[in-house]
């Protein structure tokens, strides 16, 4: 027959994920039949209808609130093994039987199965024939409460047929299906009654998979030589999904549960079949009469009477309920035949010696050397004691502990289950037995190691008995009045654990045990003891899914794996150990039998089996023939060890090898596949060897766990191949070993990306490696030097490079290059830049085609402007602003010029005015962590406060990112320089989440001391950084935007633009608020919008929310008169009642903004304070006539004046002239104005040059109502 052959070294996360819709792939290898575990008593295996080979049961991984059972029946079918093909017996009472209350000694729910055949055509010796079916095989589901019938839920079930082949199914001679799959979909039941099952009766691919022939071969395993037992073998499957609540003792949902280990929850199943005890035939009409049922098969836990129970007992176990388990099976569980496989008859250290009269048998069965088990656990700790505790049969286990206040509140109480637990003699009472008998408690020591007490301070060692992090609590015992021992075979499950997504990296064969792993190793477990889902908590033994490898978790059990958990150690752990991890141990979790997953898929949805394997397919002849398989990864598939023709990893798939593969022909990584050479488990680090040749194409991800790295060619590294090795320069690699590792010389001179996830670390031997996109220090350092350089490359538009400090740095000497983006400046222009190394000076802003210039005669010039050379390196100290003016030119008295020997400062800006053509190159330490700046001043003038800072690290800064930031005495708003020619450029700003919050690596930006106050400080952390390449980042806001905001773009035929934001925010005011606004800083292009405030100007201007109507006038400049456009590019929530309006007092235009968001206009001068305006307001609003009304919709500005200001009038006060005069304090009139008010309202500059500094009145007539403001000149 057929068989695969999986082999594989190491198991845990992930090994499951191929059973979930993954491409099958195998390696064939074709032997004669094994011995069946299946078959496990004599009797039974006699009797193949009636054999109860496997039983599942698991949350449904689709509905959270069902659980699927799975009984399967009749071992070892042949798909071709007709024309009398398995069926379920028409004799047999199949049932299904769950427990949810330990106080009684019956079933609470029982499902009875009984089956007809029905031979459609007598005439024929085919199975299937012209639309009938020999046997035709339909059922009847009697459902039992507490014993008592509730009648039938379902009459007429129909099974589908055997999967023959396609003459039988869906050709028209046969049954003429569409497909096989139809026939099985159809067959799936829903039950009558209010339980809310569904059922499938149905053949289906049997799903257990293991080493059969090499287990019962006297344990003489094979793990790099497996072969799958019941590979392309069929059974006939009982299907449940049933609904949580049905199950639960109370009827209550899942949802109710107290929390994720609920004892409330858990259930027991097993499943039987029986048989009459006596049936009489009539030789004339055939049966006549039958006897009482006779219970032939059961089982609960997998294998228990394959390998717990001895020959001479298993009829018997196969006959009894678990309700009335026989005493003596305790005693096989607490003394298993296993364990004197598992223990040396010639201990050798670190084991103890032996008892007097002992006999094991470990040094004769070889293949079980990791599964040593604890002599001496704990030996010389404080408390334990020099002897520790011994788990050999026969010991005493923990047994000496019965008594000791130790175990007061534990599952050891006396009151509770000490007694049962803790028996001398019978050392795995503790363990063993309550795992397959009463189910696991969440009490100590039943916990994770994690967060128990130490024996003693600093001591690794802990105290087995206190409490720890919780991870199972299937805990059901049979307390029945009477009853004196609480234990019964039964499958345990807490319906209350979630599930683990099928396609996880975390989720594992290995089941519980995989969740005791990485609660005990993981970082997102192990951090403290409390209770949190971890992955494969819904594995075996709490319950059993279709991907677990129960042959390997319960040798491992055997093995002492689940007392180290619990922090009983192995014997390799000594005093002075630093950690319960030891080679021990490891060698116990990634033990393995070869065999990790099924031969073919599981189905993704109910009822999760597969459908069986056809006659006619694969399954269906043997052969000796050996084929070497291709294999092509499509998706995240673990790859067991073995021998490969070609390999291809397509863009779609992530390899994981988890053992050593051998490549006869080419080892492809396409674009965007990933291959890891470290397997599922942290030290399945094994070479890729063959003749074959390694390819990885651009855009792929190697992860690499050797501690040598890859090399070019040659027996070193993670890839050694002899054939050609091709590693593309546009490639990622990624260092995940456990050791210290170098890049070894095949690691390309440049890279993509290159990732750290080795706390040991990581150090460059390759000559040295210049970054495209990403380094990412995800766990651990990259060390560099001088001789092994490393470099962040950068290119004007395909970005540049960033690191990742997440938990790591580079230690060692790097450079960070910035280029320059011509779009907007091709030439000569200022440039912001900032350091993001700790240890440069200025003078490493020279590249090969710019040399900078320092003329510090600059800084005392009388004229500034008129030294020679002139500078091109300026710093920036706002001390240096002296003049009263609010202007450009005040702005710019700041500007200073450093020594070409003065050090970068951390987070301080610079501006170089270089050619767009250069790449600078800065060499040094690079910075990480917090980095702050103090004592940031602002003198008294109106320009006064402004600093200029820089982007510190090598990654662009993201300030939405806020927990990133902090400031004190610091506007929010930030802002950013973009050259538009030589001398000229455009500043944009952020604040508040408006506007682009992005500032480039190596770019200096400004900031402000906020109005009031002398000093500041400005502190920037990690997580203010960009943690993901972009080419050119784009901004998005956290969430997308709520606020009433409308952005306006001016423009004109040339690239450039300007743009202005208005917003309306709770907490907002009409002033200057640091936290809602910024500042316009002029553009020196010459074009500009911006918002106008009494005194200042703003880029962004945040406004309280919006009731009744709101003028803004805005204030444009532009470089010289002609067309030009503002566009409103965003005008967002605002409700259907409230219209925004553009107002062009010049041309009396009155634009809404929601039907044209578009206005192009002639500018007759380059300055235009007041002609635009932005109005909010009702669609409906009242006209305003009152003059309080009028007084609050007229706008002067600036006010306080210096030498003009301008007046703004709305459209509310008519189409009639305005006369506007000004009066002094004494009520002369100083200056007379009549103004046309068109229907955008009017606008108009007053010249107060020649006017005394003072308080003056401004009187409105000629409106509805007279209005009277009051100016401030100063």
Not at 402 to 430: E, I, M, Q, W
């Amino acid at each position: 027959m057929t068989y695969k052959i999986l082999r594989t070294y190491l198991v845990l996360p992930a090994l499951a994920a191929t059973a979930v819709g993954l491409s099958m792939w195998s390696n064939v290898q074709h032997t004669p039949l094994e011995a069946s575990s299946h078959r496990e008593a004599p009797l039974i295996a006699d009797d193949p209808v009636a054999d109860n080979t496997d039983l599942y049961a698991f949350r449904d991984p689709n509905a959270a609130d069902r659980v699927v059972v799975i009984a399967n029946y009749i071992p070892f079918e042949l798909p071709h093994g007709g024309p009398n093909y398995s069926t379920f017996g028409e004799n047999v009472r199949y049932e299904v039987h769950v427990k949810n209350d330990g106080s009684t000694n019956v079933d609470d729910i029982t499902y009875r199965f009984t089956f007809t055949r029905t031979n459609e055509d007598p005439t024929t010796f085919f199975n299937i024939r012209l639309n009938k079916q020999n046997l035709k095989t339909t059922y009847i589901c009697e459902k039992l409460v507490d014993g008592v019938s509730q009648g039938n839920i379902i009459t007429g079930g129909v099974v589908p047929p055997n999967n023959i082949g396609p003459r039988s199914i869906e050709s028209p001679v046969g049954l003429g299906a569409p497909n096989y799959e139809s026939l099985r979909t159809n067959a799936i039941t829903t039950a009558s009654g209010s339980g809310g099952e569904r059922i499938l009766c149905a053949p289906s691919d049997d799903p257990f998979f293991a080493d059969l022939g090499a287990i019962f071969d006297l344990a003489g395993l094979r793990p790099a030589n497996a072969t799958d037992g019941l590979s392309r073998k069929n059974t006939h499957s009982i299907a449940l999904s049933i609904p949580i609540q049905t199950l639960q003792k109370t009827g209550r949902a899942v949802t109710t549960a107290a929390n994720i280990l609920d004892s409330d929850f858990v259930i027991g199943v097993w499943a039987s079949a029986s048989r009459p005890q006596l049936r009489t035939f009539d030789a004339n009409t055939g049966e006549g009469a039958s006897g009482a049922w006779v219970q032939v098969s059961r089982l609960g836990m997998p294998l228990t009477n394959e390998v717990i129970n001895p020959l001479g007992s298993k009829d018997a176990w196969n006959a009894a309920s678990p309700y009335f388990e026989a005493a003596i099976t305790d005693d096989y569980l607490s003394n298993p035949e296993l364990g004197l496989y598992t223990a040396d008859n010639a201990p050798v250290a670190p084991a103890a010696p032996k008892t007097a009269g002992q006999t094991f048998f470990g040094e004769a069965v070889p293949a079980l050397n990791a599964l040593r088990m604890q002599t001496k656990s704990l030996a010389g700790q404080p408390v334990i004691g020099p002897d520790g505790f011994d788990f050999r049969n026969q010991a005493n286990g923990l047994s000496g502990l019965a008594g000791s206040p130790l175990v007061t509140g534990t599952a050891f109480d006396p009151t509770l289950f000490g007694p049962y637990l803790l028996v001398p003699g019978k050392p795995r009472s503790a363990d063993i037995k309550p795992i397959f008998h009463t189910g696991v408690p969440n009490l100590p020591p039943y916990q994770l190691a994690t967060g128990k007490t130490p024996l003693s301070t600093g001591n690794a060692a802990v105290n087995p008995l206190s409490a720890g992090k919780p991870f199972v609590n299937n805990f059901l015992p049979l307390t029945a009045s009477g009853r004196t021992n609480p234990g019964g075979d039964m499958l345990r499950l807490n319906m209350a654990v979630p599930t683990t997504d099928r396609s996880s990296a975390d989720f594992s064969n290995q089941g519980l045990l995989q969740a005791a792993v990485l609660g005990l190793t993981d970082p997102r477990f192990n951090a403290n003891a409390s209770l949190q889902f971890i992955p494969n908590m819904d594995g075996f033994p709490n319950g059993r899914r279709l991907e677990d490898a129960v042959d390997q978790i319960e040798l491992k059990a055997i093995g002492g794996l689940v007392l180290a958990a619990t922090g009983l150690y192995f014997d390799d752990f000594m005093p002075g150990s630093t950690s319960g991890i030891t080679p021990k141990l490891l060698a116990e979790v990634t033990f393995t039998t070869g065999v990790e997953v099924n031969d073919t898929t599981f189905r993704s949805s109910f009822p999760y089996v597969q459908t069986p394997w056809r006659g006619t397919g694969s399954a269906s002849g043997p052969t000796n023939v050996r084929v070497i398989p291709d294999l092509t990864v499509n998706t995240v598939m673990p790859v067991d060890a073995g021998e490969y023709n070609n390999v291809t990893v397509t863009s779609s798939g992530v390899a994981i090898f988890n053992g050593p593969i051998r490549i006869n022909g080419t080892l492809t990584v396409q674009t965007g596949g990933v291959l890891s050479t470290r397997g599922v488990l942290a030290t399945s680090c094994l070479p890729i060897t063959g003749p074959g040749s390694f390819v990885l194409q651009a855009g792929a991800t190697l992860r690499v766990c050797d501690a040598d790295g890859i090399a070019a060619g040659g027996a070193t590294g993670a890839i050694q191949l002899t054939g050609s090795r091709t590693f593309s320069p546009d490639a990622s690699y990624e260092f995940n070993g456990l050791e210290p590792q170098r890049t070894g010389t095949g690691l390309p001179s440049q890279v993509r990306s290159l990732t750290v996830n080795n706390a040991a670390g990581l150090t460059l031997n390759n000559g040295g490696v210049r970054i495209v996109q990403t380094l990412a220090l995800t766990n651990g350092n990259l060390t560099t030097s001088t001789a092994q350089l490393l470099t962040l490359l950068s290119t004007p538009t395909a970005g540049t490079a960033l690191v990742v400090n997440t938990n790591g740095a580079v230690t060692g000497p790097a450079v960070m290059q910035r280029a320059i983006d011509p779009a907007f400046n091709a030439g000569l222009g200022y440039r912001h830049y900032s350091s993001p190394v700790s240890n440069t000076t200025l003078a490493d802003l020279a590249t090969p085609g710019f040399t900078p210039v320092f003329n510090q005669a600059y800084n005392t010039a009388a004229v500034p402007n008129n030294v020679t050379p002139f500078p091109t390196v300026f710093g920036y100290n706002q001390a240096r602003v002296v003049s009263a003016a609010n202007s450009v030119e005040a702005f710019d008295q700041g500007f200073v010029v450093p020594s070409a020997s003065d050090p970068m400062g951390l987070l301080t800006g610079y501006t170089v005015n270089i050619g767009a053509n250069q790449v600078v190159d800065l060499n040094g330490t690079l910075n990480n962590g917090p980095i702050s700046r103090s004592n940031l001043t602002r003198g008294s003038q109106p320009q006064s406060g402004w600093q200029f800072l820089g982007n510190p690290y090598p990654s662009p800064l993201d300030f939405s990112q806020t927990a990133g930031v902090t400031r004190t005495n610091v506007d929010d708003a930030v802002y950013v320089f973009q050259s538009t020619g030589q001398y000229t450029g455009q500043y944009r700003s952020y604040v508040n989440g408006v506007g682009n919050p992005l500032v480039a690596s190596m770019q200096g930006f400004f900031t402000r001391v906020s109005a009031g106050q002398t000093t500041g400080s400005f502190a920037l952390n990690n997580a203010a950084r960009v943690t993901t390449f972009a080419a050119a980042p784009s901004f998005n806001r956290g969430t997308s935007e709520t606020r009433p905001l409308v952005k306006l773009r001016l423009q004109n035929s040339s690239p450039l633009i300007d743009e202005t934001s208005v917003y309306f925010e709770q907490g907002a005011t009409p002033a200057f608020d640091a936290r809602f606004d910024a500042y316009k800083l002029t553009n020196s292009s010459r074009l500009n919008v911006s918002s106008i405030i009494a005194s200042d100007e703003l880029s962004v201007n945040g406004l309280p929310m919006l009731v009744g109507t709101v003028t803004v006038p805005l204030n444009l400049t532009v470089p010289a008169t002609g067309s030009y456009t503002l566009n409103a590019v965003d005008l967002l929530n605002f409700g259907a009642g409230t219209l925004v309006y553009l107002l062009d007092t010049e041309t009396g235009a009155r634009i809404n903004l929601a039907e044209q968001p578009t206005y192009t206009f002639k500018a007759q001068a380059l300055n235009m304070p007041g002609r635009f305006s932005l109005r909010f307001g009702p669609a409906a609003a009242p006209l305003a006539t009152t003059a309080a009304a009028l007084a609050n919709q007229v706008q002067l500005f600036p006010n306080p004046a210096h030498s003009s200001f301008t007046l703004l009038l709305p459209a509310e006060l008519g189409r009639v002239p305005v006369t506007a005069r000004l009066y002094n304090q004494i009520g002369q009139l100083v200056t007379q104005r009549t103004l046309a008010v068109t229907a955008a309202g009017a606008s108009a500059q007053f010249d107060v040059s020649g006017l005394a500094p003072g308080v003056y009145s401004l009187r409105l007539t000629g409106g509805p109502a007279p209005v009277v403001k009051r100016v401030v000149v100063e």
